[in-house]
């Protein structure tokens, strides 16, 4: 796994990673929080799964994940995690809009890419060095790391609940080739590793 691409991401049955009507009182949209149900009520069952999400040498992600604003940055807003991120890692965020970097505690510093999502995996991979970069999300930049072929394996964690909309993974991605390589379930999720070709 050093030097490749992951993402692991949680999604609904029928293909959502975030409910309809993200807000900033409500980040996961309605419903939402249910795809990570397994993470904090199970989260000794699902330890594994749970470290492999936050052990990547450096994390992408979009704007939306980092935080509900559009538009030019209110300087003021550090990301939804509080001081300290659970990513432990630089953090490369897919924005429009130029900002100076934020270092939090704990290791993490939120970089703000506005090149796109080749020049945000050039420097993720500098900054992993031999470790994995993670795409974290959310459902836009995964579906465009799919489309570019750059995603080497994808761990969906299906959680059992139908959202009905919101924010849908494999959108405008082509046809990847997604090989099962481990399956794990409980009442509450099953995890699936895919290696992407």
Same mark, same amino acid.
């Given at each position: ?26 980040? %996961? ?5 249910? %795809? ?16 492999? %999400? ?41 924005? =429009? ?34 470790? =994995? ?20 394996? %994808? ?13 849908? #993974? ?7 080739? #997604? ?11 099953? =995890? ?6």
């Amino acid at each position: 796994m050093a030097g490749s691409v992951t993402c692991g991401i949680g999604v609904s049955v029928d293909g959502f990673v975030a409910g309809p009507n993200q807000s900033a009182d409500d980040p %996961l949209g309605e419903g939402g929080e249910q %795809l990570h149900r397994w993470m904090f009520e199970q989260a000794d069952q699902h330890a594994a799964e749970i470290e492999a %999400l936050v052990s990547a040498g450096a994390y992408i992600m979009g704007r939306n994940m980092f935080g509900p604003g559009r538009g030019e940055w209110d300087e003021s807003w550090r990301g939804w995690w509080g001081d300290e991120p659970p990513y432990h890692a630089p953090v490369f965020v897919l924005t =429009h809009h130029p900002r100076e970097s934020v270092e939090m505690r704990g290791g993490t510093t939120f970089h703000f890419v506005t090149e796109g999502i080749g020049r945000a995996l050039e420097r993720a991979r500098a900054a992993a060095g031999d470790e =994995h970069v993670a795409i974290a999300g959310g459902a836009s930049v995964v579906n465009q790391y799919l489309a570019a072929g750059l995603v080497d394996e %994808l761990w969906l964690h299906i959680a059992p609940v139908v959202l009905g909309s919101g924010e849908r #993974l494999f959108e405008g991605v082509g046809s990847p080739t #997604l090989e099962p390589v481990e399956v794990r379930t409980t009442d509450l999720v099953t =995890h699936v590793r895919y290696r992407v070709s």
